[in-house]
């Protein structure tokens, strides 16, 4: 399928840090990123404990079908209208809450798990299954990304800049299946509690420009999935 960038998308990612891309993918397409997905991840299990949410970290680069994935043409426009002509896969992982429990997530920015010049890199967040308010969608602060990176402590899960007690809640953004949201690195985003009784499944791709740099280090990120150069797809 198609996605094509509006003015509106790229004033919403100035502006608010964050867009959304409705039928970019069918289910079909879900289906089988989902098999593979649960592939890998029964592959790569340590043990058969439960867990309230199951992540799979960098499978683009030990899956070939998930690999093509995020290769394809439609994540190659993103890149390149966000980031420039010049991009890498910086990361990609799975997040599959359990349900019935599955904790939220605190509000936190991308950066702050790994500083990174310059910044800000792209997130594309992918929902396999629909994103509701019942099943843990996400929220992001609109504006926030223009702040950079803020301050965060450590929380019952993971990094967090802001309150889930704070009166400011941000925007809660369900999602159907076949859409994706991008946003930035430095937007402020959180995902909720999932209250249902199936699984809700996302696939997350982050791309960033070739030649970023660990803040701390100053030294360069090496990936081994290249993206885009000179504005054409690198198959």
């Known amino acids: 399928m ?3 960038i509006s003015s509106r998308n790229l004033s919403e990612m100035q502006d608010q840090g964050f867009t959304v891309f409705e039928d970019v993918l069918s289910l079909h397409e879900l289906d089988s990123l989902d098999e593979a997905l649960v592939d890998f991840l029964e592959r790569t299990r340590r043990d058969d404990r439960t867990r309230e949410v199951d992540f799979g970290q960098k499978v683009a680069e030990r899956d070939d ?3 093509d994935f995020a290769k394809r043409t439609e994540f190659v426009t ?4 966000f980031i420039g002509p010049d991009t890498d896969l910086y990361f990609n992982q799975m997040v599959y809450k359990n349900p019935e429990g599955a ?3 605190s509000w936190h920015q991308d950066d702050a798990y790994g500083p990174v010049e310059p910044s800000p890199y792209l997130t ?3 929902p396999i299954t629909d994103a509701t308010l019942e099943n843990g969608c996400l929220s992001v602060m609109p504006g926030s990304s223009r702040q950079g990176l803020v301050p ?3 929380s019952d899960f993971g990094l967090a800049c802001h309150s ?3 009166p400011d809640q941000g925007v809660l953004l369900p999602l159907k299946q076949g859409s994706l949201c991008a946003f930035w690195s430095t937007t402020m985003h959180k995902s909720g509690a999932n209250l249902t009784t199936a699984v809700r499944k996302a696939f997350i791709l982050q791309f960033c420009p070739v030649g970023m740099r660990h803040k701390a280090s100053g030294m360069t990120i090496r990936s081994r999935i290249p993206i885009s150069r000179n504005g054409e797809p690198v198959r």
């Open 2 to 4: 198609n996605l094509s």
């Open 164 to 166: 889930n007690d704070d």
């Open 103 to 105: 904790i939220p997530f």
């Open 65 to 67: 079908f998930v690999r």
């Open 152 to 154: 965060h402590w450590e």
């Open 78 to 81: 993103l890149a390149t209208a």
């Open 124 to 126: 594309v967040w992918i």
